[in-house]
């Protein structure tokens, strides 16, 4: 399956799930990310982690790992 963390700059792509056993699971999906919005990868830091990423019109930074979590 593909993740959030593994998209290029400049993509967008469709939610399908936030993995179960995600500890942030909660919170991601009280900041709006939840299945079927649409989100866009607009930077991401030289090693990869922090993601910054536009959802519901808003930029969210995400950590590595919690990337991994959300199901594309």
């Not at 866009?40 to 090693?47: F, M, Q, Y």
């Amino acid at each position: 399956m593909a993740n959030l963390n593994n998209m290029p700059i400049g993509s967008k792509v469709k939610v399908k799930s936030i993995s179960k056993d995600a500890s942030v699971r909660k919170r991601l999906l009280e900041m709006g990310v939840v299945p079927g919005v649409t989100v866009e990868v607009t930077g991401k830091a030289p090693l990869g982690d922090p993601i910054e990423i536009i959802v519901r019109g808003y930029k969210l930074t995400l950590r590595k790992d919690e990337a991994e979590d959300i199901i594309i």
